[in-house]
């Protein structure tokens, strides 16, 4: 089976493609990778493209893609496309014709590279998102190759789910068992859970505002030398002229700081602390963006905003909508005329970080999110919640999905079983394959045996490698 990967840039997983490769069961054609990646083997082979070698540099002459893909799924996913263009820093503050230069000329090449190589499928070690992650995904859904990407959930800190296109993450519960036999899954009766990457520590870390980065020289010099060695030349390689450094490293400086003054001065004068909560209020917890959650699984609930106005339109005229900021939201996709649209819309207000999210989750009338993790808390503390995106619990009692003829009294007056809850979490564990294949998720999980990691990943894609030859074998 021919395949081109995307990702897998460190941790475990070499090897294990490696002895996939020399057993026969999968010919590597292409492997695209972060510019970034440390790892030298990878970096010494053949077939292996750093991502960013695709748009730099002297462009040639591709063979254009057929006009049926155009208009089959590039075009109808454009929007998409900007947005994750828009967040690449390489690319800041062009025009839509610019991206749409880079877009057909990045895809001409990967159409190139799929139909040269004969690829019968395509893996992602996450689910699609980024510039070039999605041009890739888009253009195989188009060409009718197959696409496999992984995902993690934070219940499930050591298991691996899987789909093929965007929406199967939240159709995990149609997945094959995995394991034939469940394993008992329990979970707290309350709202609260102890999510590592939202602790106060990450947080901070997060922002960019933990002591330990602002002191690393001097805890750690040489590291934090061969760091910003590192950083410094992969930043240079970004420039190809002077002009091009002064658009997109200065102007960029100048302009960042700008934005970063009127979102801090946003959120200084219309972010609410007191609180009533005696009101009825329907309480939204925004995402942080941009990221994968919303910019990819969250469809066209990607624009927030529109998600509250659908709420409005629902709810009755004397209700409020409390919008919580994300604790980890910066400046970026939170402009002026976000927040002009934000408080455009009658009833809602805007909540600042600092009031606690579980005494909001306790008293509203119900949560709504895209697809936040603050919905899979809210059914855990027995309160029903509404979703816009695709998110992996939407087959969870307690969960409603958005549609325009929802009656919100279904919501208010469902009433979640707890144990019917943790039998259907029990369902969707036996679906997952074992294994951690990210290096910085096995970095967080104590005492994990590296041993019994690494032969659950061989075994686990072996067995996802055995369905896709199955399937491939089926659609021809």
């Excluded at 075009?75 to 610019?98: G, I, K, P, V």
Aim: net charge positive; proline share 3%.
């Amino acid at each position: 089976m021919n395949i081109i990967i995307y990702g897998f840039e460190s941790g475990p997983m070499l090897d294990i493609f490696f002895r996939l490769q020399n057993e026969k069961k999968i010919s590597i054609k292409k492997w695209y990778y972060d510019q970034t990646c440390s790892d030298q083997v990878l970096k010494k082979l053949s077939y292996a493209i750093p991502t960013t070698k695709l748009w730099r540099g002297n462009w040639k002459s591709w063979q254009p893609f057929p006009n049926e893909y155009i208009s089959n799924y590039i075009n109808e996913h454009m929007d998409w496309l900007m947005q994750e263009f828009a967040r690449n820093t390489e690319f800041f503050h062009e025009s839509y014709y610019e991206y749409t230069n880079i877009i057909n000329y990045v895809i001409n090449r990967l159409y190139h590279d799929i139909t040269e190589n004969k690829v019968d499928l395509i893996l992602f070690s996450d689910i699609p998102h980024g510039n070039l992650r999605c041009m890739l995904y888009l253009l195989a859904r188009s060409m009718n190759i197959s696409t496999l990407f992984l995902f993690t959930v934070s219940a499930f800190p050591k298991k691996m789910f899987y789909g093929h296109r965007i929406e199967d993450v939240g159709k995990i519960y149609l997945l094959p068992d995995y394991h034939k036999n469940s394993t008992e899954y329990h979970m707290s009766k309350s709202f609260e859970k102890k999510l590592d990457y939202m602790s106060a520590s990450q947080i901070k870390k997060d922002r960019g505002e933990d002591w330990e980065r602002k002191i690393r020289f001097f805890i750690h010099p040489t590291q934090w030398i061969k760091e910003r060695s590192h950083m410094i030349k992969q930043d240079l390689i970004k420039y190809e002229s002077i002009s091009d450094f002064v658009e997109q490293k200065i102007t960029k400086e100048v302009i960042t700081k700008i934005r970063k003054y009127r979102y801090n001065y946003h959120i200084k004068t219309l972010s609410k602390r007191n609180i009533d909560f005696d009101k009825k209020y329907v309480y939204f917890p925004l995402h942080l963006q941009p990221e994968m959650t919303t910019d990819a699984i969250g469809g066209i609930y990607r624009d927030q905003i529109l998600a509250i106005e659908k709420i409005k339109n629902i709810i009755p005229d004397n209700w409020f909508i409390y919008v919580k900021e994300n604790p980890k939201q910066l400046y970026s996709v939170r402009g002026k005329f976000f927040f002009k649209r934000l408080t455009s819309i009658p009833n809602v207000i805007y909540i600042d970080r600092s009031v606690d999210t579980y005494k909001l989750m306790e008293h509203c009338q119900f949560l709504a999110t895209i697809t936040g993790t603050a919905a899979w808390e809210s059914i855990s503390g027995g309160k029903a919640a509404l979703i816009f995106g695709t998110a992996w619990y939407e087959s969870l009692p307690g969960i409603f999905k958005y549609h325009e003829n929802i009656d919100i009294n279904e919501i208010i007056d469902y009433k979640v079983n707890h144990r019917l809850l943790e039998k259907s979490m029990e369902n969707l564990q036996k679906k997952a394959c074992d294994g951690i294949w990210e290096e910085f998720r096995m970095e967080k999980v104590k005492d994990l045996d590296l041993e019994w990691n690494r032969k659950s990943l061989y075994n686990s894609f072996c067995f996802l490698l055995d369905n896709e030859i199955r399937n491939i074998q089926d659609s021809k």
